[in-house]
């Protein structure tokens, strides 16, 4: 195996045991239960014949939670501060509530775009 074929080599074990072990650590990954005060179950009514199921969950005096569907891929949002209503977000998207009525925004069409899934109100 002449010298060029050994450092492939080399750097190919390398990188694998390198890989070997930051998929080792990210198999080992704890996250502690959060434990929640309340859960509840909203349905919603969206413009444009859409509709939305979010599950809250909620913990007194701490964080909440909204569960929901976005491009038929579930995604848990967590409460951030907002100016008005309880604003959830989840990678880049964002379910902004208030009362009984919420929003869906994508944040990466910019910071004035229109909701995704707009006008949504609880169903009683």
Not at 78 to 100: C, E, F, H, I, P
Request: glycine letters at 8%; one cysteine or more.
């Amino acid at each position: 195996m002449n010298r060029l074929h050994r450092f492939a080599a080399r750097t190919f074990i390398g990188s694998a045991a390198t890989l070997s072990a930051t998929l080792a650590m990210a198999d080992t990954l704890k996250v502690p239960e959060i434990p929640v005060d309340a859960s509840m179950v909203v349905n919603y009514q969206c413009q444009a014949g859409k509709s939305l199921k979010v599950t809250y969950y909620n913990k007194q005096g701490g964080q909440s939670f909204a569960l929901l569907m976005v491009k038929d891929k579930a995604m848990l949002f967590v409460d951030t501060l907002a100016g008005s209503g309880v604003r959830y977000a989840a990678g880049q998207y964002v379910w902004w509530t208030k009362g009984n009525n919420g929003d869906l925004y994508d944040t990466t069409a910019g910071p004035n775009a229109a909701p995704i899934i707009a006008g949504c109100a609880a169903k009683r």
